[in-house]
Structures are given as structure tokens and as C-alpha cells.
């Protein structure tokens, strides 16, 4: 497609239930990235993959958060056992890697309740 | 103190107003700047992307980096309703280009 795809578009799910969040990003795009953006905050990053770079997954809040990124394409972000400060925006985002401008999608909105 | 600060507002200002959007930055290191743009329920669209210290135009829009100061700006002319919109700034990390966001300006034109 022409844009970074994003699904589901919303989830609300019940707390302690895991939920997995898909990226399909601009073909051709090597980095990718994963942000979380909550009420009344800016973006904050979670996780980045480069190529076949080992992620950096410096931003992640917490080991109840992971993400793959399967044949350099599709990523998932996967939250466990999920908490209410979990609800928020999560944003993905692809870049070609020139100068970190980034083409992001519409996002995930989660809600736990 | 987060590396990137910007006022939240909101900002909201008569149709045709210039509007003055503004951030602050502490890390030395940041070399290119850039302002987003999100609309409610999208992801945010590349607006302005700058590196040097000085002006850069684009039709209605003008960003402004004084690296000395640490201050960027970003100016709209004849502003819209349509302009309405939460304004980011953001600069990216040295290493891996991820983005450091301030915390976004919601502005509201009223027609």
C-alpha cells in the first residue's frame, strides 16, 4: 500500500488479557519504529528495527512488552497481561533512514478497561 | 526536564490570525528539526523538516530553528479552520533516528 497500515484501528480489552497490534509499513521502508502516545502527552518511542539490526528496544516500559518484525516487513507489538495504564495511542511509523523523517499510520487506539 | 518542551495550549485564535507555535530543546546534539502535524484520530503527517539555524518557508507555513537559543518555531499565515490541528515538534536521535517529541500544541481556528 501506500501508507503504513495499522490494525485494528481500536481494541478494548479486559485487564490481564494479552493483545498483539499489526504494522504493515511502506514497502521498501528499512526502519521502523513503534511509539505510544497517551492523553495529554506527546510521543514516546517504544521500540526501533533496522534491517536485520539486533531492535533497539530501549523505550519499551516494561518486559510485559515485545515486538517482532517478521522478513523485514509486518511488525507485531505484543502486550501481556494488560493494565489500565497500558490504554493509549500506539503509533507505528516507517522510515527509508534518511534523517529520521518518519510516515506514520493512524494508530491502535487501546483501551483496557 | 524533558529534552524537548513545548506548551500544550490550547491555542485558539480567529480565522486568518498568524500563529506562533513554539519549542525548546536541551540536548546539544539534535541537528534537524521538524514539526508534525495531527489531525484528531490520525497519526501525525510531516509538516516542515529543517537542519540549520535560519528560516525555511512553505506556502503558508515558516519554521525557525535558533540553535543558539535551543528555540524553534513555527509560523502560519492566514491561518484556517482547517489548520486546526495538534502541532509537534520533534527532533531525531543521533543514533537510529528515532524521534523525540515535544508534548504537541492543540490549535483551534475559529471561523
Known amino acids: 500500500g501506500a501508507g503504513v497500515s495499522q490494525s485494528p484501528s481500536n481494541k478494548v480489552t479486559e485487564k490481564g488479557k494479552d493483545v498483539e497490534l499489526r504494522c504493515d509499513p511502506i514497502s521498501g521502508h528499512t526502519a521502523l519504529y513503534w511509539y505510544r502516545q497517551s492523553l495529554g502527552q506527546g510521543l514516546e518511542f517504544l521500540i526501533y528495527f533496522q534491517g536485520n539490526s539486533a531492535p533497539d528496544k530501549s523505550g519499551l516500559p516494561s518486559d510485559r512488552f515485545s515486538a517482532e518484525r517478521t522478513g523485514g516487513s509486518v511488525s507485531t507489538l505484543t502486550i501481556q497481561r494488560t493494565q489500565q495504564e497500558d490504554s493509549a495511542v500506539y503509533l507505528c511509523?516507517?522510515?527509508?533512514?534518511?534523517?529520521?523523517?518518519?510516515?506514520f499510520g493512524s494508530g491502535t487506539r487501546l483501551t483496557v478497561v | 526536564q524533558k529534552e524537548v518542551e513545548q506548551d500544550p495550549g490550547p491555542l485558539s485564535v480567529p480565522e486568518g490570525a498568524i500563529v506562533s507555535l513554539n519549542c525548546t530543546y536541551s540536548n546539544s546534539a539534535f541537528q534537524y528539526f521538524m514539526w508534525y502535524r495531527q489531525y484528531s484520530r490520525k497519526g501525525p503527517e510531516l509538516l516542515m523538516y529543517?537542519?540549520?539555524?535560519g528560516n525555511k518557508e512553505d506556502g503558508r507555513f515558516t519554521a525557525q530553528v535558533d540553535k543558539s537559543s535551543k528555540y524553534i518555531s513555527l509560523f502560519i499565515r492566514d491561518s484556517q479552520p482547517s489548520d486546526s490541528a495538534t502541532y509537534l515538534c520533534?527532533?531525531?536521535?543521533?543514533?537510529?533516528?528515532?524521534?523525540?517529541f515535544g508534548a504537541g500544541t492543540i490549535l483551534r481556528v475559529k471561523s
Open positions: 529543517t537542519y540549520s539555524s
Open positions: 511509523a516507517s522510515s527509508a533512514r534518511d534523517r529520521g523523517i518518519h510516515t
Open positions: 520533534a527532533s531525531p536521535m543521533e543514533y537510529g533516528n528515532k524521534l523525540v
